[in-house]
């Protein structure tokens, strides 16, 4: 089977022309043009990047049978479909290469949307994922940088997500949480999840209506401040990578509707979804903050205490080497930036200073590509910089203010309120411990002996500020 799914992906990519992504290396460039005079038959007039996307396109499973989603359906709930709703359209309203959806209705008249796994896809994908694997082990031996883009931890990140977007119960649970975490929120709506009528092929949540963020007419005419609505998405996407550390990361514009008349984002498909520590939250917002403020010199510390950079990287080099690249985008329209061209000179930068590739940040980086895509089409003036700094500043104050030192203590005081009464027991648990009686003794003097030090030091310290404070006030 593996042969099989393999021999059709090389036969479509070859279809396409996609040996061009790989025989560029030169330790196989000689094989171009063997391979292009045995196929000279091939069709490859169109720009390669619409190629390979018609390439991924006919890999994609293209439709599923009306028959098999109701056998899902039904297997799901062991009842027949009518007993579960009142209607249900067969048309699909939307449809992908991993599930699709139909809108329907409950017995008690709730509108909703139900989302169908499509049968079959699971062994699909892992075979596919094995492919990736094998594919980036041959990036490791093939290219210099091989094992400084870390591939097979960016191919195990991509797996985990593909697992989460074949699990629809875990995908009822991010859509759950996300839409608690911008509940009555003006800025973000969520749809609800039905929680009975879901399982892990199926998820069924409230019908969302709205325009597509892409009919920027229909917008205008419903009275939505388009500048307004762009300067949301930036707010959105700052609040959850910063706020929550919890973020929609597949927000192209088929995943995001708009409240008609109203700025209001409504988010869909929540199969993908990215997490930050807080450790990674702390850094990307010294990393953003720095740049904002053309502080590059704390963008390059900010990477070394990190560890993204090797310790012994002159920190004037890196400085020099963003600034190179950073300073040229600044106060400038959106419209008039590439983040994709800054990301791809950040990373020839980044291979001439060793940077270590995140995995748990491609996500983030594939989002940011979203965000200016449809920053661009909704408002090519916005000025990225300024929408964002503020939000960054405030941020950063409540996490290094007396707010943030008040919220640590109340979530730390019930772990030292259950340790302190334990400490004088532990305490006299561990000195018990020592088979040594004599090594006991001679720690416990060695403690004795510097307390007395420090006691002394005390005293002289005391001793001199005092008789420094006494010459003062005689002069």
Known sequence: MKLLRLARILSIGLRYGLEEFFLGHERVRPLRWLVRVTLFWRPLNEPRGVRLRRALEALGPIFVKFGQMLSTLEATYKKPLADVFAEFDATPVASASVAQVHFARLHDGTAIAVKVLRPGIAPVIAHDVSLLYAAAGLVEKLFADGKRLRPREVVSEFEKHLADELDLMREAANCSQLRRNFKDSPLLKVPEVYWDYCGRDVMVMDRMDGIPVSQIGRLRESGVNIPKLAATGVEIFFTQVFRDGFFHADMH???????????????????????????????????????????????????????????????????????????????????????????????????????????????????????????????????????????????????????????????????????????????????????????????????????????????????????????????
């Open 253 to 475: 514009p088929g995943n995001i509707l708009v409240r008609p008349g109203s700025e209001q984002y409504i988010a869909l498909d929540f199969g993908i979804m990215g997490t930050l520590t807080e450790v990674d939250k702390q850094y990307l917002a010294r990393n953003f903050l720095a740049f904002f403020r053309r502080d590059y010199k704390g963008v390059a510390l900010a990477h070394l205490e990190s560890g993204w950079v090797p310790p012994d990287t002159r920190i004037d080099e890196l400085e020099a080497a963003v600034r190179a690249v950073c300073e040229p985008v600044f106060d400038r329209p959106l419209k008039d930036i590439s983040f994709g061209r800054v990301l791809l000179q950040l990373f020839q930068a980044s291979r001439r200073f060793n940077v270590e590739i995140q995995p748990q940040l491609v996500l983030l980086q594939k989002t940011l590509l979203n965000i200016e895509g449809l920053g661009r089409q909704l408002d090519p003036e916005l000025d990225l910089w300024k929408t964002a700094k503020p939000f960054l500043e405030r941020w950063m104050n409540e996490q290094m203010g007396w707010r943030a030192l008040v919220k640590n203590l109340q979530a730390e005081a019930p772990k030292w309120a259950v340790l302190l009464p334990q400490l004088p027991r532990l305490a006299h648990t561990y000195l018990s411990r020592s088979d040594d009686q004599g090594a006991l003794e001679t720690r416990l003097e060695r403690i004795a002996a510097q307390q007395a030090r420090n006691t002394w030091l005390l005293a002289a310290t005391i001793g001199l500020a005092a008789l420094t404070l006494a010459i003062t006030l005689l002069k």
